[in-house]
């Protein structure tokens, strides 16, 4: 009879603090994804029956998940203002959301977002063999997002910013601009400076190649 007790007075605290959480988060301006994940897992933590709190689990997952969304829409834009700390955020954010839900989705997002850090970091290196070893494993893990979720634009509209200032290739950035067009990100102003700087770029190396001295 006691054990029954415990587990009934578990259930309705567990209850009364995820409904509590799932006010806040959908109350006003809502709370900040890391203060809901913290908060969830302090419930997690102390419930005897976790069970209990599965709706604040998937408002919380949610959470998590629209914050980095915002980073990656803000990507998409002719000009994007998003920083290497907005793309830190968001993989913490969807590396805590994975745990709560093991969706495809949610990591064709991750994979996405450490693909954008890998191409951060390439941009800061000066070596260029190591430059293009982090740019290569951009590509892949853009490759791995687009496999995972072959609905969304955002892996081709990274692929393009790597192939027409990284990786130059004016086909493959051609190629990945017209596969984020069928997924419904438009062209825009971007993806015709990204054109004209991967046109630009191989002529560049182009003249460099048959310049006297070469060959």
Not at 90 to 119: F, G, K, P, T, Y
Not at 131 to 137: D, F, G, M, S
């Amino acid at each position: 009879v006691l054990a029954a007790v415990v587990v009934m007075a578990d259930a309705c605290a567990v209850r009364r603090a995820s409904r509590e959480l799932l006010s806040d988060l959908h109350n006003g301006e809502g709370l900040d994804p890391d203060t809901a994940w913290g908060r969830y897992e302090s419930i997690r933590r102390w419930a005897k029956m976790p069970v209990f709190a599965s709706d604040a689990r998937a408002a919380v997952t949610d959470s998590l998940v629209a914050a980095a969304d915002r980073v990656l829409t803000d990507f998409r834009n002719d000009a994007p203002a998003v920083r290497a700390t907005s793309w830190e955020a968001s993989r913490r954010w969807l590396q805590r959301a994975l745990l709560l839900d093991n969706d495809r989705r949610i990591r064709a997002r991750l994979r996405s977002v450490e693909a954008h850090l890998l191409r951060i970091e390439a941009d800061a290196r000066r070596n260029q063999a190591q430059r293009t070893a982090l740019l290569r494993q951009a590509v892949q893990r853009f490759e791995e997002s687009a496999r995972l979720d072959p609905a969304s634009p955002d892996p081709y509209v990274g692929l393009a910013r790597i192939y027409s200032v990284g990786l130059i290739d004016f086909d493959l950035a051609a190629r990945a601009l017209a596969d984020a067009d069928r997924r419904g990100q438009p062209l825009g102003r971007r993806g015709d400076a990204q054109l004209g700087d991967a046109i630009r770029r191989r002529a560049q190396r182009l003249r460099q190649s048959l310049s006297p001295g070469r060959g």
